[in-house]
């Protein structure tokens, strides 16, 4: 069996890295050059930090990430909501784990590929091809290709995508004095009426990931640019606390995004044929819940656990669509709930804060 996985994201690479391990002929297409070492950071669940240290075992390469052991809600006059130990989440910037899973990989990315169209053979993929020409043959074919997902679009059709209705603007602080301060805790300072909060966690000594999630019919920078998104920061955050000031201070603005949110409905199901899809290509929560790689990896997993029982692929795609929808359906409208509650905190009031990790 050859299994042709186009994506070479976190669930790609993890799902080539497990059909490695049991001897299963894969190829893995990229469309990027080099290891995609693009955005910022994530939190990432113990869920899938065990799938990365079974992949880790025999190896000498640490582990991505640091350990998060507290999570603190507070108003931003200092109040705290919120103080739990927390025993489960890492969180690790994303260029190190791409890095990490990189390295553990024999097998190389085909990269510059990227996916165009299938060639079919009485209604059975045979063959994924990528705008540059090249062709790649195969038996079962993986969209790991993201939430904007080429492959999910060629074979389930085009998903209706639901807006967020909330923004955020994520960056990367060097600014070690705070970073040590917090060492090992995610502090997120949040207002009491309206939908505007701003997070913070140490990636290492000397950095800090941090984001601002924000409720677009408030408030909008006019574009994107490092200079617009400075000024639409500090004014947004005027009455938060210092130590924000001080993260967005040492902020290097040409690396920040704004991101719009959205989610989809859950799919009827994952594949068509001899083609499934995994990952966020799958499957897309609002990012409120932290679940988006840590279900990567899990999917992954599952699937290299089915393929390797050598059953007939309809039966795989089939069984695992039956693990995996319900547990990422109820990530899908956790996501909803927490964007609801932040949007009016108030209509919530008197009701148990939900953490809002997954
Ligand atoms: C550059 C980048 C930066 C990100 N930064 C963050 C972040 O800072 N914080 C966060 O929480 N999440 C981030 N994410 C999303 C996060 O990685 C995913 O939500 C999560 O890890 C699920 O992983 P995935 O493998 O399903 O998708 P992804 O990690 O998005 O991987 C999809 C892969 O498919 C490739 N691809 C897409 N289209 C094609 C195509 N047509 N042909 C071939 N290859 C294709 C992409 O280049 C990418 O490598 C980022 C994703 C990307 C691609």
Redesign the pocket.
């Known amino acids: 069996m050859k299994v042709v996985i186009?994506?070479?994201?976190?669930?790609?690479l993890t799902l080539a890295l497990f059909l490695e391990k049991y001897n299963i002929e894969v190829v893995i297409?990229?469309?990027?050059a080099g290891t995609?070492g693009?955005?910022?950071?994530?939190l990432m669940h113990h869920d899938g930090l065990s799938i990365l240290q079974e992949l880790a075992k025999d190896q000498t390469s640490p582990l991505p990430g640091k350990l998060v052991e507290k999570y603190c809600l507070l108003r931003p006059d200092g109040e705290v909501l919120q103080h739990l130990e927390l025993e489960a989440w890492h969180c690790m910037k994303?260029s190190e784990l791409t890095a990490f899973l990189y390295g553990l990989l024999k097998t190389t990315v085909q990269e510059e590929?990227?996916?165009s169209h299938f060639v079919y053979k009485q209604e059975k993929v045979i063959a994924a091809v990528f705008e540059n020409g090249d062709r790649e043959d195969g038996d079962i074919f993986i969209g790991?290709?993201?939430g904007y997902s080429?492959v999910r679009t060629e074979v389930l059709g085009p998903v209706s995508f639901k807006s967020g209705r909330v923004k955020e603007v994520?960056g990367i602080a060097r600014q070690a004095d705070v970073a040590l301060k917090y060492a090992g805790i995610f502090n997120k300072f949040q207002k009491s009426y309206r939908g505007l909060a701003f997070g913070m966690i140490p990636t290492s000594e000397q950095e800090l990931v941090w984001f601002i999630q924000y409720d677009p019919a408030v408030a909008e920078p006019e574009d994107a640019k490092p200079e617009t998104l400075r000024a639409f920061c500090a004014d947004l955050l005027h009455d938060f606390p210092p130590v924000v000031h001080k993260v967005l201070q040492a902020n290097d603005y040409e690396k920040t995004y704004l991101w719009n949110t959205r989610d989809f409905d859950l799919l009827p199901k994952f594949h068509q044929d001899n083609v499934l899809v995994i990952?966020?290509?799958a499957h897309l929560a609002l990012?409120f819940t932290s679940a988006?790689?840590t279900n990567?990896l899990v999917d992954a997993k599952t699937l290299a656990e089915l393929l390797r029982a050598d059953l007939p692929y309809e039966e795989v795609f089939e069984t695992f669509y039956e693990q995996r929808a319900a547990s990422v359906a109820q990530h899908l409208e956790f996501g909803r709930k927490l964007r609801d509650v932040f949007l009016d905190p108030a209509a919530y009031a008197g009701q148990a804060a939900a953490i809002p990790l997954i």
């Open positions: 186009i994506g070479a994201g976190i669930a790609g297409n990229e469309r990027a995609p693009g955005g910022h950071a994530f994303r590929r990227v996916f790991a290709d993201g080429r994520v990952g966020d290509a990012p988006g790689t990567a």
